[in-house]
C-alpha cells in the first residue's frame, strides 16, 4: 500500500514568510509524528498526534512553529515568519500503534526547506 | 553531551566486507534501540529494534546492545553496495514513541 507522503518536496522561502509543510500518513495510523533534520545531523522529534489530539509539542522550537491534525488523518506544520536557522528536512512519521513497544514509526521522504 | 554519540564517518569498505556501526548513549532511561538506513533525499527505514539487552540476527544485519556499557551496535556481513547510505541509530525510553537519533553514519560500499 501506499506510503507516508509529504509535500511539497522542496520549499523555497524568504526570511519572514510563512510556510505550511504536509503530512499524509499511512491509511488508518493513530500516531503521527514530525521530526526536524539539520544537514548532517539525525532527526530531531518536535510533535506527536495520537489521533487529532496533539499529546507532546515539547520538542517544537520555538512559537513560530505550529501543528496540527484536525481530523486525525492528514497533518500540517506551519512555520510562521521563517529564519535562516530553520532550514532543515522536515519528516513526518506515522505507526498504527498509540505508542507502547513495537511502535515501528514509518518515515516519509520529507520536505528540504531553505530558508533565504 | 549530546544523549546519543554516534561517529558519522564516512565509512568506506570493498564489496564483501564485515561492517561495524556504533553508537553510545547516556540516557540510562532508553530501553528499545533500532537502526534506521536512509538513502540520500529519502526518510530513514526502520532495518532492526531490539528491547534491552541481547543480540538480534535479521539475514546480513545483527544488531547488539551492552545496557551496562550504554553501548550498541550493528553488523553487517557480506556488504553489498546497495547498503550505502547512512546508517541512524535511535533510542526511546519511558514515554517510547520519542525517538532519539545519532548523528548518523555514512556508509559507502565500493564494488
Known amino acids: 500500500g501506499a506510503g507516508v507522503s509529504q509535500s511539497p518536496r522542496y520549499k523555497v522561502a524568504k526570511r519572514g514568510q510563512d510556510v505550511a509543510l504536509r503530512c499524509d500518513p499511512i491509511?488508518?495510523?493513530?500516531?503521527l509524528f514530525w521530526y526536524q533534520q539539520a544537514l548532517g545531523q539525525g532527526p530531531e522529534f518536535l510533535t506527536y498526534?495520537?489521533?487529532?489530539?496533539?499529546?507532546?509539542k515539547s520538542g517544537l522550537p520555538s512559537d513560530r512553529f505550529f501543528a496540527e491534525r484536525p481530523e486525525g488523518s492528514v497533518s500540517t506544520l506551519k512555520i510562521q515568519r521563517t529564519q535562516q536557522e530553520d532550514s532543515a528536512v522536515y519528516l513526518c512519521?506515522?505507526?498504527?500503534?498509540?505508542?507502547?513497544?513495537?511502535?515501528?514509526?514509518?518515515f516519509g521522504p520529507g520536505t528540504r526547506l531553505t530558508v533565504l | 553531551q549530546k544523549e546519543v554519540e554516534q561517529d558519522p564517518g564516512p565509512l568506506s569498505v570493498p564489496e564483501g566486507a564485515i561492517v561495524s556501526l556504533n553508537c553510545t548513549y547516556s540516557?540510562?532511561?532508553?530501553?528499545?534501540f533500532m537502526w534506521y538506513r536512509q538513502y540520500s533525499r529519502k526518510g530513514p527505514e526502520l532495518l532492526m529494534y531490539?528491547?534491552?539487552?541481547g543480540n538480534k540476527e535479521d539475514g546480513r544485519f545483527t544488531a547488539q546492545v551492552d545496557k551496562s556499557s550504554k553501548y550498541i551496535s550493528l553488523f553487517i556481513r557480506d556488504s553489498q553496495p546497495s547498503d550505502s547510505a547512512t546508517y541512524l541509530c535511535?533510542?526511546?525510553?519511558?514515554?517510547?514513541?520519542?525517538?532519539?537519533f545519532g548523528k548518523g553514519t555514512l556508509l559507502t560500499v565500493n564494488p
Open positions: 512519521a506515522s505507526s498504527d500503534k498509540a505508542g507502547g513497544w513495537g511502535n515501528e514509526q514509518f
Open positions: 491509511s488508518g495510523h493513530v500516531s
Open positions: 498526534f495520537q489521533n487529532e489530539a496533539q499529546l507532546d
Open positions: 540516557n540510562s532511561a532508553f530501553q528499545y
Open positions: 531490539t528491547y534491552s539487552s
Open positions: 535511535a533510542m526511546s525510553g519511558g514515554s517510547n514513541y520519542k525517538l532519539t
